[in-house]
Protein backbone atom coordinates (compact mmCIF):
# COMPACT_ATOMS: atom_id res chain seq x y z
CA UNK A 1 0.00 0.00 0.00
CA UNK A 2 1.42 3.48 -0.95
CA UNK A 3 2.24 5.61 2.47
CA UNK A 4 -0.27 8.33 3.46
CA UNK A 5 -1.42 10.94 1.25
CA UNK A 6 -1.13 12.92 4.73
CA UNK A 7 0.99 13.02 7.77
CA UNK A 8 -2.28 13.83 9.65
CA UNK A 9 -2.52 9.69 9.96
CA UNK A 10 0.88 9.83 11.81
CA UNK A 11 -0.03 12.39 13.92
CA UNK A 12 -3.23 10.85 14.81
CA UNK A 13 -2.02 7.43 15.80
CA UNK A 14 1.19 9.10 18.04
CA UNK A 15 -1.66 11.45 19.72
CA UNK A 16 -3.59 7.73 20.52
CA UNK A 17 -0.19 6.47 21.72
CA UNK A 18 0.34 9.97 23.95
CA UNK A 19 -3.53 9.32 25.24
CA UNK A 20 -3.08 5.90 25.93
CA UNK A 21 0.09 6.69 28.05
CA UNK A 22 -1.02 9.74 29.57
CA UNK A 23 -4.24 7.73 30.63
CA UNK A 24 -2.13 4.50 32.38
CA UNK A 25 -0.04 7.49 34.03
CA UNK A 26 -3.52 9.16 35.35
CA UNK A 27 -4.24 5.62 36.83
CA UNK A 28 -1.28 5.02 38.20
CA UNK A 29 -1.41 8.45 39.74
CA UNK A 30 -5.19 8.36 41.27
CA UNK A 31 -4.24 4.43 42.26
CA UNK A 32 -1.56 6.33 44.83
CA UNK A 33 -3.68 9.04 45.45
CA UNK A 34 -2.33 11.92 43.99
CA UNK A 35 -5.08 13.47 43.29
CA UNK A 36 -3.56 16.72 41.47
CA UNK A 37 -1.04 15.11 39.20
CA UNK A 38 -3.88 12.52 37.87
CA UNK A 39 -5.84 16.01 37.26
CA UNK A 40 -3.74 17.53 35.49
CA UNK A 41 -2.69 13.57 33.18
CA UNK A 42 -6.60 13.33 33.07
CA UNK A 43 -6.76 17.21 31.29
CA UNK A 44 -3.87 16.37 29.13
CA UNK A 45 -5.37 12.74 27.83
CA UNK A 46 -8.70 14.92 27.40
CA UNK A 47 -6.66 17.58 24.99
CA UNK A 48 -4.63 14.98 22.91
CA UNK A 49 -7.86 13.25 22.38
CA UNK A 50 -9.64 16.34 21.29
CA UNK A 51 -7.00 17.48 19.17
CA UNK A 52 -6.75 13.77 18.17
CA UNK A 53 -10.26 14.18 17.28
CA UNK A 54 -10.37 17.30 15.31
CA UNK A 55 -7.31 16.44 13.01
CA UNK A 56 -9.35 13.39 12.48
CA UNK A 57 -12.27 14.52 11.26
CA UNK A 58 -10.04 16.99 8.89
CA UNK A 59 -8.52 14.22 7.32
CA UNK A 60 -11.47 12.28 6.67
CA UNK A 61 -13.65 15.20 5.21
CA UNK A 62 -10.58 15.98 3.04
CA UNK A 63 -8.87 12.78 2.24
CA UNK A 64 -11.85 10.41 2.51
CA UNK A 65 -11.36 6.75 3.61
CA UNK A 66 -8.61 4.50 3.06
CA UNK A 67 -9.21 0.92 2.68
CA UNK A 68 -7.26 -2.46 3.96
CA UNK A 69 -6.04 -4.16 1.13
CA UNK A 70 -5.45 -7.49 2.73
CA UNK A 71 -7.56 -10.44 2.61
CA UNK A 72 -8.29 -14.13 4.65
CA UNK A 73 -7.81 -14.17 8.61
CA UNK A 74 -5.69 -10.86 8.75
CA UNK A 75 -8.41 -8.51 7.20
CA UNK A 76 -11.29 -10.74 9.22
CA UNK A 77 -8.59 -9.26 12.43
CA UNK A 78 -8.75 -6.22 11.28
CA UNK A 79 -12.46 -5.15 10.70
CA UNK A 80 -12.99 -6.95 14.07
CA UNK A 81 -10.59 -4.55 16.05
CA UNK A 82 -11.82 -1.54 13.90
CA UNK A 83 -15.61 -2.52 14.14
CA UNK A 84 -14.90 -2.55 18.16
CA UNK A 85 -12.77 0.55 17.89
CA UNK A 86 -15.27 2.71 15.95
CA UNK A 87 -18.23 1.71 17.95
CA UNK A 88 -16.48 2.29 21.09
CA UNK A 89 -14.91 5.95 19.82
CA UNK A 90 -18.55 6.96 19.53
CA UNK A 91 -19.31 5.75 22.88
CA UNK A 92 -16.70 7.26 24.99
CA UNK A 93 -17.02 11.05 23.85
CA UNK A 94 -20.39 11.58 26.22
CA UNK A 95 -17.88 8.94 29.00
CA UNK A 96 -15.19 11.43 28.80
CA UNK A 97 -17.07 14.52 28.88
CA UNK A 98 -19.51 13.34 31.68
CA UNK A 99 -16.47 11.73 33.87
CA UNK A 100 -14.42 15.41 33.09
CA UNK A 101 -17.46 17.21 34.36
CA UNK A 102 -18.14 15.50 37.02
CA UNK A 103 -14.83 16.24 38.38
CA UNK A 104 -14.12 19.40 37.34
CA UNK A 105 -17.66 20.12 39.67
CA UNK A 106 -15.67 17.89 42.74
CA UNK A 107 -18.74 15.59 42.38
CA UNK A 108 -15.87 13.10 42.97
CA UNK A 109 -18.16 10.15 44.18
CA UNK A 110 -20.61 10.47 40.65
CA UNK A 111 -16.79 10.63 38.57
CA UNK A 112 -15.80 7.67 40.13
CA UNK A 113 -18.22 5.87 39.76
CA UNK A 114 -18.24 6.48 36.11
CA UNK A 115 -14.81 6.64 35.45
CA UNK A 116 -14.95 3.15 35.88
CA UNK A 117 -16.48 2.64 33.01
CA UNK A 118 -14.63 5.18 31.03
CA UNK A 119 -11.32 4.91 31.77
CA UNK A 120 -11.06 0.96 30.19
CA UNK A 121 -12.89 2.27 27.56
CA UNK A 122 -10.73 5.03 26.60
CA UNK A 123 -7.74 3.33 26.91
CA UNK A 124 -9.09 0.52 24.45
CA UNK A 125 -9.83 3.37 21.80
CA UNK A 126 -6.56 4.79 22.32
CA UNK A 127 -4.32 1.50 21.90
CA UNK A 128 -6.63 -0.21 18.89
CA UNK A 129 -6.30 3.48 17.21
CA UNK A 130 -2.55 2.71 16.96
CA UNK A 131 -3.15 -0.91 16.04
CA UNK A 132 -5.64 0.45 13.33
CA UNK A 133 -3.03 2.69 12.04
CA UNK A 134 -0.37 0.15 12.03
CA UNK A 135 -2.34 -2.51 10.28
CA UNK A 136 -4.05 -0.47 7.39
CA UNK A 137 -0.20 1.45 6.87
CA UNK A 138 2.47 -0.70 7.62
CA UNK A 139 1.15 -4.67 7.69
CA UNK A 140 3.30 -6.60 4.84
CA UNK A 141 5.33 -3.40 4.04
Not at 12 to 19: R, V
Amino acid sequence: MPAPTSILPTIDATLNGITAILLGIGRWQIAKRRVASHRVVMIAAFVTSSVFLAFYLYYHYHFGDVLYQHHGITRDVYLTILASHVILAIVIVPLVLITLSRALKRKFALHKRIARWTWPLWMYVSVTGVIVYFMLYYLDR
